[in-house]
T-cell receptor
Framework: KQEVTQIPAALSVPEGENLVLNCSFTDSAIYNLQWFRQDPGKGLTSLLLIQSSQREQTSGRLNASLDKSSGRSTLYIAASQPGDSATYLCAVRFQGGSEKLVFGKGMKLTVNP | GAVVSQHPSWVICKSGTSVKIECRSLDFQATTMFWYRQFPKQSLMLMATSNEGSKATYEQGVEKDKFLINHASLTLSTLTVTSAHPEDSSFYIC???????????FGAGTRLSVL
């Protein structure tokens, strides 16, 4: 079964820390992996998309890496700010004919001032 | 980036009524759209895949007669929750597949509250 796991489910840190969010997936045959941010009661904001052929993507203070062979991706957040507080979701599009995304349960991040 | 509009953003209805949610891709054509449901403090669960001009493909456990999906054009898919009950109260989010970019773009979601 194709699954995506995010551990821990929640994280609370003081402002300024560098953070690593983890995502693991059960099947290395993927098309792409995407990190999203979701604020309470809101929709999804796409942060970074990594294609299967890529190892990492960067946008501002965010860096996402992909290691297909181990079934892992990390989202690195540099110099965290209170405004980074949100739930972060990892989603994978697996190979196999379907275009659907499989989501992890998300990690709720709280950055304290 | 591409924009997906979802309407309404919030709806309250009485038990037994039907509610229609629209999902539009504003600046690209989407042959495939997806409907997700999210319960409080849970992740997104795919309900169905909507294909333009053909029947939707429903995930296991999703009642196709209760959640009617129509994808009549390349820019519009609708989800109708028929005879809604309180247990249908949830956050519904759609996405549209951008064929050229091979990326799903998400709507802002619809919060449904059934009284």
């Amino acid at each position: 079964k194709q699954e995506v796991t995010q551990i821990p489910a929640a994280l609370s840190v003081p402002e300024g820390e560098n953070l690593v969010l983890n995502c693991s997936f059960t099947d290395s045959a993927i098309y792409n992996l995407q990190w999203f941010r979701q604020d309470p009661g809101k929709g999804l904001t796409s942060l970074l998309l990594i294609q299967s052929s890529q190892r990492e993507q960067t946008s501002g203070r965010l860096n996402a890496s992909l290691d297909k062979s181990s079934g892992r991706s990390t989202l690195y957040i540099a110099a965290s700010q209170p405004g980074d507080s949100a739930t972060y979701l990892c989603a994978v599009r697996f190979q196999g004919g379907s275009e659907k995304l499989v989501f992890g349960k998300g990690m709720k991040l709280t950055v304290n001032p | 980036g591409a924009v997906v509009s979802q309407h309404p953003s919030w709806v309250i209805c009485k038990s037994g009524t039907s509610v229609k949610i629209e999902c539009r891709s504003l600046d690209f054509q989407a042959t495939t759209m997806f409907w997700y449901r999210q319960f409080p403090k849970q992740s997104l669960m795919l309900m169905a895949t909507s294909n333009e001009g053909s029947k939707a493909t429903y995930e296991q456990g999703v009642e196709k007669d209760k959640f009617l999906i129509n994808h009549a054009s390349l820019t519009l898919s609708t989800l109708t929750v028929t005879s809604a009950h309180p247990e249908d109260s949830s956050f519904y989010i759609c996405s549209a597949q951008h064929g050229a970019q091979n990326i799903q773009y998400f709507g802002a979601g619809t919060r449904l509250s059934v009284l």
